[in-house]
């Protein structure tokens, strides 16, 4: 699935807001958790039998993989700064594909 720059902002709004690490983070979204819905499930202390999210994420990371934590971390302004250099690689391919068939259509019309 596609990551959007949208997506991972929110992630950041959301790691800030419920004070999680990055390694929580990670584990929250491969899990598939969606950031606007932590609210949710976050103990608001009116909840004393509710665990506190980054302990619950933890948890439920090692229930469905079997593992403490996510074999590489990543945090998120590293993902974000990944894409941005991936997309300015991209657009310079393309620019450079344009450029070799403007020269080659160039070349066959004389």
Known sequence: MAVTKAILEK???AQK??????KQVQMARELGLNPDKLGKIDNHKQ????A????????I???RFKREKPETVKPLKQILKEMETKK??????K????????LSSDSAAE
């Not at 807001?17 to 990055?22: A, V």
Request: aromatic share 14%; glycine share 0%; proline share 8%.
């Open 61 to 63: 990371y090692f229930k």
């Open 47 to 50: 909840e004393p039998w509710k």
């Open 88 to 93: 300015k690689l991209q657009k310079e391919k």
């Open 17 to 22: 807001r419920h004070r999680l690490s990055d």
């Open 95 to 102: 620019e450079e594909r344009r450029k070799q068939r403007a």
């Open 11 to 13: 992630w950041m709004v």
């Open 52 to 59: 506190p999210l980054p302990q619950f994420i933890e948890h």
